[in-house]
Nanobody, 124 residues
Framework: QEQLVESGGGVVQAGDSLRLSCTVSQITYRPYAGGWFRQAPGKEREFVAGIVWDSGSTYYKTAVKDRFAISRDIAESTVALEMKDLKPEDTAVYYC?????????????????WGQGTQVTVSA
C-alpha cells in the first residue's frame, strides 16, 4: 500500500512563502493524480489543489489559485505545494493524497491514500 509523508510545514508570518513536499513510497502503480487538502480547526477538510500525474494538468481551489502552485516529480515520486503570500486564513493541517485511477464522477476531488498531515501556521 502507498505511504505518503508530508514535510515542509511550520510557523510563518503573513506574506511569507512556504513549500510543502510529499513523498509517495511503496507505489506499485502510476497514480492517476496527486493532491493537497487542508483542514483548519473546526472546519471540514477542503480541496486545495490537484495534479494529473501523467499530463501535469492542475486544478485549484479558486481562492488560492493565484498564490499556490502544485507540482509533481515523477522520477522522485513527490508532490509539492508551493505557497506564497500566506495569510492567517491559510492556517491548517495540510494533507497530501493520491488517487488510484480516473473517475469522471469523482474528478480530482476524491482520493484514496492520505498522508498524516503537516501543520502550517500563519501569524498576522
Amino acid at each position: 500500500q502507498e505511504q505518503l509523508v508530508e514535510s515542509g510545514g511550520g510557523v510563518v508570518q503573513a506574506g511569507d512563502s512556504l513549500r510543502l513536499s510529499c513523498t509517495v513510497s511503496q507505489i506499485t502503480y502510476r497514480p492517476y493524480a496527486g493532491g493537497w487538502f487542508r483542514q483548519a480547526p473546526g472546519k471540514e477538510r477542503e480541496f486545495v489543489a490537484g495534479i494529473v500525474w501523467d499530463s501535469g494538468s492542475t486544478y485549484y481551489k479558486t481562492a488560492v489559485k493565484d498564490r499556490f502552485a502544485i507540482s509533481r516529480d515523477i522520477a522522485e515520486s513527490t508532490v509539492a505545494l508551493e505557497m506564497k503570500d500566506l495569510k492567517p486564513e491559510d492556517t491548517a493541517v495540510y494533507y497530501c493524497a493520491t488517487k488510484k485511477a480516473y473517475s469522471a464522477r469523482e474528478g480530482l476531488y476524491v482520493y484514496n491514500y492520505w498522508g498524516q498531515g503537516t501543520q502550517v501556521t500563519v501569524s498576522a
